[in-house]
């Protein structure tokens, strides 16, 4: 394998973006050697949506969130993961037995 260039030392932050704008980070990383970080104290991407729900339905879920103490909103995202996961390990299933 080809020795990798050292990377400069960059006065501002301006000169750094500059010159990876220009430079190939092959010449200067091993990204075989690279690792996935770990980031515990990152929090997820939100995004807000627009959803209509049956005023019976919404009642519904605010009763029902009121008996857990949490917010409807929380509780709805606690349903939709729910869901998610069983549909997600229900078509797991399905392609381990095919």
Known sequence: MKAKKKIPKFVTDDAEREFWARADA???IDWS???TPAMPQLKPT???ISLRLPEPMLRELK???NKRDV???SLLKMFLAERIEHELRKASARKKRA
Do not use: D, V
């Open 26 to 28: 092959t010449e200067f």
């Open 46 to 48: 939100l995004k807000t």
């Open 71 to 73: 917010p409807y909103q």
């Open 63 to 65: 009763l029902l969130a």
């Open 33 to 35: 050697q690279a690792r």
